[in-house]
């Protein structure tokens, strides 16, 4: 008999496994939508904005999320703030693009100009303000703003606790990494006919990998990942990489991806064939050996070398991670139709110190290919469009993303069927089952 538990029963402290079974009344109805932007999106520690994007003063970026949108800039000395983008003559949305650089922001309508720390400093026809211009009381409403982990997240509620307290179990399992010091390289946002939590519940299991993304079992092990659940909702799942899934015979020669990660640490993948279950231990020595020129391999554990681990912070960020990448993936609710939703992607690379270490690895087009884009210093443009895009083909967000793209508007639609009344989770969902009993939590604690 095999003494070790089997690996979805570990690491689950947090975990009481009492919520397997529930309505699907909060994936669709209009009642749900308002308690839950209540109780969560109102409350809640968003990550907004990547470091990169605010450091010179006048840099401001664009963050919506549900029925608000926040402006977050960066002032003339250099301090990151947030503030509700909104006019506060008469309530126009102040600014309406992504992101850029000015001295100040004009609204368009009637041209009130507020400075980047949000103070009213203008209005035209001063003389018709028969108590003179409120400019001392009028300026921007602030929304909470702080960093963390390489981003700035916001806070809608003036009372949260300070981020470094919610994310107290988060940041020694995630600070080592360094996500500040990531490059983003793509920026991208889809619409998908759903609501968030069913986005959010696909990222949360590995129970449809074998079956949606079969492609999967050539560069990753599913069968022998680890969940693991933490108070306040946060999950993270290990999956060991440089290798191939356990549950299925292990090939002859490396498969594709095994070549190029083995190219790209200066190993030979001739010299693995036959050997495919040498390549992971030969890669974590090879980036050991790297430590001389690229230090940050110091940081982390033989498995954190080369493990492709996740991390869903409670309720909507999805950080997926590896020593030389990042991908932050992002649920945001539609303004009011808990049908709709929105997916943000931006993925960022470490780009190795060495020229020649990015050579192997190829980042250096990538650092080429990002200069010649027409954003702020190289910045990628972001890519907005919706999911019948990717299912026509015609946008793409990585095919395993893509496949799970496929299936997520019809899955809102089998939850408006009278044939269907709740959902049933398998032990190996217990990431979605962990989340699903915090936000319950919150929610009925807030009615
Ligand atoms: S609404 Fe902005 S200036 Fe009038
Ligand atoms: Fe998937």
Not at 209 to 222: A, E, G, M, S, W
Not at 241 to 260: C, E, I, Q, R, V
Not at 329 to 336: G, K, Q, S
Request: glycine share 6%; net charge negative; with cysteine.
């Amino acid at each position: 008999m095999n003494a070790t538990p089997p690996l979805n029963q570990q690491g689950r402290e947090a975990y009481s496994g009492q919520i397997k079974n529930f309505s699907k009344e909060r994936y669709i109805s209009a009642d749900w939508y308002a308690r839950e932007w209540r109780a969560v999106w109102a409350k809640s520690w968003i990550a907004a904005v990547h470091v990169s994007d605010l450091t010179d003063p006048g840099d401001y970026v664009v963050f919506d999320l549900g029925p608000e949108s926040i402006l977050l800039t960066c002032n003339s000395a250099g301090t990151v703030q947030a503030f509700y983008n909104v006019c506060q003559h008469r309530g126009v949305r102040l600014v309406d693009d992504h992101a850029g650089n000015t001295e100040n922001f004009r609204c368009p309508y009637h041209s009130w100009r507020y400075s980047t720390d949000g103070d009213l400093i203008y209005a035209p026809h001063q003389e018709g303000f028969q108590e003179g211009l409120p400019q001392q009381t009028i300026c921007l409403p602030k929304v909470r703003c702080e960093e963390a982990l390489g981003f700035y997240w916001i806070n809608l509620d003036t009372h949260a606790e300070p981020l470094t307290v919610f994310l107290k179990d988060m940041l020694p399992i995630m600070e080592h990494y360094e996500f500040g010091n990531l490059t983003l390289v793509q920026d991208q946002t889809v619409s998908i006919n759903c609501n968030w939590k069913a986005v959010l519940d696909n990222f949360s299991e590995l129970y449809h990998v074998h079956y949606l993304h079969p492609q999967h079992r050539r560069f990753v092990d599913c069968t022998e990942s680890l969940s693991e659940c933490y108070e306040g909702g946060h999950t993270r799942v290990w999956v060991p990489g440089a290798t191939t899934d356990s549950l299925f015979s292990t090939p002859d020669k490396p498969t594709d991806l095994l070549t190029m990660q083995l190219e790209a640490f200066g190993l030979d993948p001739a010299q693995y064939e036959g050997k495919v279950d040498e390549i992971q231990a030969a890669i974590r020595v090879a980036k050991r050996e790297l430590e001389k020129t690229e230090p940050y391999y110091g940081n982390f554990t033989d498995e954190e070398l080369t493990d492709v681990i996740q991390t869903n912070v409670f309720p909507n960020a999805i950080l997926t991670y590896q020593p030389e990448m990042l991908w932050l993936m992002r649920l945001r609710p539609h303004a009011t139709d808990p049908n709709l939703c929105y997916l943000d992607k931006l993925s960022f690379e470490r780009f190795p110190y060495s020229e020649e270490q990015r050579f192997l690895e190829g980042t250096d087009n990538l650092k080429e290919k990002r200069s010649e884009s027409a954003g702020k210093n190289g910045r990628p443009d972001w890519e907005s469009f919706d999911y019948s895009d990717v299912i026509a083909g015609k946008a793409t967000m990585t095919d395993t993303i893509d496949q799970d793209l496929s299936l997520l508007a019809h899955a809102q639609q089998g939850m408006h069927s009278k044939g269907f009344q709740s959902c049933w989770l398998n032990e190996i969902e217990c990431r979605v089952s962990h989340f699903h009993e915090e936000l319950e939590r919150q929610v009925t604690a807030a009615d």
